[in-house]
C-alpha cells in the first residue's frame, strides 16, 4: 500500500496538490454553508419520555411558552397603577406581534406566581412557535430600551437562550482562533527552525477543518447537528495538523540527514511515519466514532465531526504533505529561525528525553508510584460529582437570559418557566365530566406533593388541594381533543435533586383512570439524560477498549501494550475528570475564569473521555511506532525503549504543547461548558505527555521487559497473517 502511494507522491506531486487544492476549495464553498444548518440544544435523548412529552405538546397545542419577559417597575411595585398600566402595554403589544400565541402575565389571570416575592417584578409568559421570529422578538426588546415608560422589560426563557448561546459560541470562536492561531504559529516556526516547515501543518489543518465543516453541512441538511461541533472541527483539525505534520517533517529530514535522496526520503517517510499516521488516525476515529451510541445529537455531532476531520487530516497528512516535501526537499529548511533541526541524523534524538527515559527505567517503582498516586489524587473530587442539563446558567450574567434566570430563581417563589409538563393522552375526550372530574381530582394531588407551589391546567389551578377557577382562555390552552396536559410549577430549582424528585415522584403517581401519562419538562429532561448517559456508558467503554486493543495489536502483535495502553488512559482520564469536578463543580479557579460553579453538564464528561483517550492514543502509536522500529531490530528492551522516547519525545511533547494551546484558548469563552470542554482537553494532552508517554510508559515497559511483545501462540499465528508489520525497504521497493 505505501509503496504503491509513494511511487504516486514521488512520481506526481504536482497533481496531488493541484487536486487537494481543488478538493480543499470545494469542501470550503460546501462547509460555509454549514453555519446557518447547526442547532443549539442536543442535549437529551430523542426517545426518552421527557422527550416525548414535549412533541407531544408541540403537536397538540403548539409547544410550550419559550419567551419570557421579566418586567421590573421603575419605582414602587407591579401593583401600582402606573406599573399595572405599563404592563398591560407589554402583553397588548407582545400579543399584537406576528407569530406570537397564548400570552399569560401576572396582570391578567398569570397568579401570584408570576410576581417576585418582593413586587417590583413580574412576568410575561408567550408561546412563539416560529424560532426565527422568536429571535427577532428577542433582539428587538434587547435594543429597544423606552426610558420613559413606568416599567423595563428583559427578556429571557427558552428563546432568549438560544439567541444568546448561539451568538455567543461565534463570537468565543473567533476570539479562540485570534488567540490560537499566532501563538501556534510562533510556536510552529520555533518547533520546526523554519517559516516554510512551520506552513505545512497549516495544509493538514486547512483541509481537515474544511472537509469537517463540508460533512457537518451535509449532515445537517438530513438530521440535526450542534453547533458545538464547529468549536471541536477547528481544534481538532488544527490539532492533528500539528500532530501529523511534525511526525512526517521530523521523519523526511531525519533520512535526508543520513543521506537518502528527496524520493527515498519520502517513500521511507511514507513507510514508517506514514503508516504511524494511519494507525493513530484510525484509532482517533473510532474512538470519537464511539460517541454515536449516545442518542443526543449533541454527542453524535461531535462523532460527525471527529471522524470527518480525522479521515481529512489523515488524507492530506499521508497524500499531500509528502507530495510538498517531494517538491521543496531541502528547502523544507528555508527560512531558519534559530537552530533548524536538520543539521545530523543526531539531531533526530533529544537527548535530554533520553535522559529521563533512562533515569526512570533505572528506578521505575520510584517514579513510577509517585506518577500514579497524583494522578489517582487529582481523580478523586470525581468521587462527589453531579449532573445538570445546560440552561442560561451556561452563560456569564452579562446575557439577558442569564439575568432573568438567576432573577427567577432568586426572586419568585415558583419558577413557572422551569415547570414540569404533565401530558395526559385518552381514548374518549378529556372535557368529558367524568374524565374532566378525575383530572381535576388529578391536578389537585400532584399540587400537594412536595415542593409543588401549584398545577395550571384545564381545570383551573391548584395549589395544595385547593382549586381556583380556570382564567378564561386556560382551556383552550390545555386541552385539545383527547389530550391535556398540566403544569406542574415547582418551588425549588429545576435541575437541583428535589427537582429531580419532584419528576420521579410525578412519574410514579398512578394516571387517571382510563389514560396514560407523559412526563416532560426540564427536571424530566435532566432525569432522563442521566439515565440515557448511564445505560450507554458501559456499551461505549466496552466498544472503546475492544477497538483500542484490537488495532494496537494488530500494531504491535502484542497483548500487553493495548492492555498498558487503556490501563494509562484510564488514569490520565480519572485525573481530567477529577479536575474538571473540582474547578468546574467546586469552584476553584472561577473567579479568574468567570463562571457560576455548578453541576457538569451530563455530556461533558463522554465527550472529554472520547477527546482525550482518542488524542492519548494518538501519542500511543506515535511512541510506540518507534519503540517497535527499535525492537524490530534486535535491540534490547531498555535501549529501544530509550531510544523511542530520545526520537519521539520532542516531537510528542511539542505537538502536545501546541495542541493543549489550540485547545486552551476556549478557556476564553463565555459558556461555562465550553471552558471546560477547553481546559479539560488541555490538561489531559499536557498531562499524556508528560507523566504518561515519559515516566509511566518507560516503567512499565522496564518491569514488563520482554513480556512488553508477548502473545499468545494462536494470536501470533493471527497477527503473522493479519497484522500490517512494517516491510523491509527492499520489498517496498519492487
Given at each position: ?62 409547544g410550550q411558552p419559550n419567551l419570557v419577559l421579566l418586567v421590573t417597575a421603575r419605582s414602587g411595585t407591579v401593583d401600582d397603577p402606573d406599573a399595572v398600566a405599563g404592563g398591560r402595554e407589554v402583553v397588548r403589544r407582545l400579543a399584537a406581534e406576528p407569530g406570537v400565541k397564548q400570552v399569560i402575565s401576572y396582570w391578567d389571570g398569570g397568579g401570584a406566581r408570576l410576581r417576585s416575592t418582593d413586587g417590583r417584578r413580574a412576568l410575561v409568559v408567550a408561546r412563539v412557535p416560529d424560532k426565527d421570529r422568536a429571535k427577532e422578538l428577542v433582539t428587538g426588546y434587547e435594543k429597544v430600551v423606552d426610558g420613559a415608560a413606568p416599567v423595563t422589560v428583559t427578556p ?463 501519542y500511543e502509536v506515535f511512541l510506540l511506532s518507534r519503540i517497535k522500529e527499535e525492537h524490530d531490530r534486535g535491540v534490547d528492551n531498555a535501549e529501544a525503549v530509550a531510544a523511542g522516547l530520545a526520537r519521539t519525545g520532542r516531537i510528542v511533547t511539542t505537538a502536545a504543547a501546541l495542541l493543549a494551546v489550540t485547545f486552551a484558548a476556549f478557556v476564553t469563552s463565555s459558556v461555562t461548558f465550553l471552558q471546560m470542554f477547553g481546559l479539560g482537553t488541555a490538561l489531559a494532552i499536557v498531562l499524556d505527555a508528560t507523566l504518561i508517554r515519559g515516566v509511566l510508559v518507560p516503567a512499565f515497559m522496564r518491569l514488563a521487559g520482554r513480556a512488553n511483545w508477548w502473545a ?23
Amino acid at each position: 500500500m505505501f509503496a504503491r502511494l509513494a511511487h504516486v507522491v514521488t512520481h506526481r506531486p504536482k497533481q496531488l496538490v493541484l487536486v487537494a487544492l481543488l478538493v480543499v476549495a470545494a469542501t470550503a464553498v460546501l462547509g460555509v454553508g454549514a453555519f446557518g444548518k447547526l442547532l443549539t440544544g442536543g442535549f437529551a435523548d430523542p426517545q426518552s419520555e421527557s422527550i416525548r412529552a414535549e412533541h407531544a405538546v408541540d403537536a397538540h397545542f403548539g409547544g410550550q411558552p419559550n419567551l419570557v419577559l421579566l418586567v421590573t417597575a421603575r419605582s414602587g411595585t407591579v401593583d401600582d397603577p402606573d406599573a399595572v398600566a405599563g404592563g398591560r402595554e407589554v402583553v397588548r403589544r407582545l400579543a399584537a406581534e406576528p407569530g406570537v400565541k397564548q400570552v399569560i402575565s401576572y396582570w391578567d389571570g398569570g397568579g401570584a406566581r408570576l410576581r417576585s416575592t418582593d413586587g417590583r417584578r413580574a412576568l410575561v409568559v408567550a408561546r412563539v412557535p416560529d424560532k426565527d421570529r422568536a429571535k427577532e422578538l428577542v433582539t428587538g426588546y434587547e435594543k429597544v430600551v423606552d426610558g420613559a415608560a413606568p416599567v423595563t422589560v428583559t427578556p429571557g426563557g427558552g428563546a432568549t437562550i438560544n439567541k444568546d448561546v448561539n451568538s455567543q459560541v461565534t463570537k468565543d470562536l473567533a476570539v479562540a482562533e485570534a488567540i490560537a492561531i499566532p501563538i501556534t504559529m510562533v510556536l510552529l516556526v520555533l518547533a520546526f527552525g523554519s517559516a516554510v516547515a512551520a506552513l505545512l501543518p497549516l495544509v493538514v489543518g486547512v483541509a481537515g477543518i474544511f472537509g469537517g465543516l463540508a460533512i457537518l453541512s451535509v449532515l445537517a441538511s438530513l438530521t440535526d447537528v450542534s453547533i458545538f461541533a464547529v468549536n471541536l472541527t477547528t481544534a481538532l483539525g488544527l490539532g492533528l495538523g500539528i500532530d501529523y505534520t511534525l511526525l512526517m517533517v521530523s521523519r523526511f529530514r531525519e533520512e535526508l540527514a543520513a543521506g537518502s535522496d528527496r524520493a527515498d526520503a519520502v517513500a521511507t517517510t511514507m513507510r514508517t511515519a506514514g503508516r504511524t499516521i494511519l494507525f493513530s488516525g484510525a484509532t482517533v476515529a473510532v474512538v470519537l466514532a464511539v460517541m454515536l451510541v449516545f442518542p443526543p445529537f449533541f454527542l453524535k455531532s461531535m462523532a460527525y465531526a471527529g471522524v470527518a476531520v480525522t479521515v481529512f487530516s489523515v488524507l492530506s497528512a499521508l497524500l499531500v504533505v509528502p507530495a510538498v516535501l517531494m517538491l521543496l526537499g531541502p528547502r523544507v529548511n528555508a527560512l531558519t529561525v534559530g537552530r533548524a533541526r536538520s543539521g545530523s541524523a543526531q539531531a533526530a534524538e533529544s537527548g535530554a528525553w533520553r535522559a529521563i527515559a533512562s533515569a526512570v527505567m533505572r528506578r521505575p517503582v520510584l517514579t513510577g508510584v509517585p506518577a500514579i498516586a497524583l494522578l489517582l489524587a487529582l481523580g478523586i473530587p470525581f468521587l462527589h460529582v453531579s449532573f445538570s442539563a445546560p440552561d442560561d446558567r451556561v452563560l456569564r450574567n452579562t446575557a439577558a437570559s442569564r439575568q432573568v434566570g438567576d432573577i427567577v430563581r432568586a426572586d419568585f417563589s415558583s419558577n413557572v418557566p422551569a415547570a414540569t409538563t404533565v401530558v395526559v393522552q385518552s381514548t374518549a375526550p378529556v372535557d368529558g365530566p367524568a374524565l374532566a372530574s378525575g383530572l381535576a381530582r388529578y391536578a389537585g394531588e400532584l399540587s400537594t406533593m412536595a415542593n409543588v407551589a401549584g398545577v395550571n391546567s384545564a381545570a383551573g389551578t391548584f395549589a395544595g388541594g385547593r382549586q381556583s377557577a380556570p382564567a378564561g382562555p386556560a382551556d383552550a390552552r390545555f386541552t385539545a381533543g383527547t389530550v391535556t396536559y398540566l403544569e406542574v410549577v415547582p418551588s425549588v430549582d429545576p435541575a437541583s435533586s428535589a427537582g429531580q424528585d419532584l419528576v420521579k415522584a410525578v412519574r410514579a403517581r398512578p394516571a387517571p383512570a382510563g389514560t396514560s401519562v407523559l412526563v416532560g419538562g426540564p427536571s424530566a429532561a435532566l432525569v432522563d439524560g442521566k439515565h440515557t448517559i448511564a445505560a450507554r456508558l458501559p456499551l461505549a467503554i466496552g466498544l472503546i477498549s475492544l477497538a483500542t486493543f484490537v488495532l494496537l495489536f494488530l500494531f504491535t502483535g502484542s497483548v500487553v501494550m493495548p492492555i498498558k495502553a487503556l490501563i494509562l488512559s484510564a488514569l490520565s482520564l480519572t485525573a481530567v475528570l477529577g479536575a474538571a469536578v473540582w474547578i468546574f463543580q467546586d469552584g476553584h479557579l472561577s473567579g479568574m475564569l468567570g463562571f457560576l460553579p455548578g453541576p457538569l453538564d451530563t455530556s461533558m464528561p463522554v465527550l472529554l473521555f472520547c477527546i482525550a483517550f482518542g488524542l492519548s492514543m494518538d501519542y500511543e502509536v506515535f511512541l510506540l511506532s518507534r519503540i517497535k522500529e527499535e525492537h524490530d531490530r534486535g535491540v534490547d528492551n531498555a535501549e529501544a525503549v530509550a531510544a523511542g522516547l530520545a526520537r519521539t519525545g520532542r516531537i510528542v511533547t511539542t505537538a502536545a504543547a501546541l495542541l493543549a494551546v489550540t485547545f486552551a484558548a476556549f478557556v476564553t469563552s463565555s459558556v461555562t461548558f465550553l471552558q471546560m470542554f477547553g481546559l479539560g482537553t488541555a490538561l489531559a494532552i499536557v498531562l499524556d505527555a508528560t507523566l504518561i508517554r515519559g515516566v509511566l510508559v518507560p516503567a512499565f515497559m522496564r518491569l514488563a521487559g520482554r513480556a512488553n511483545w508477548w502473545a499468545p501462540r494462536p494470536l501470533r499465528a493471527l497477527h503473522s497473517q493479519i497484522g500490517l508489520a512494517e516491510a523491509p525497504a527492499s520489498i517496498l521497493d519492487k
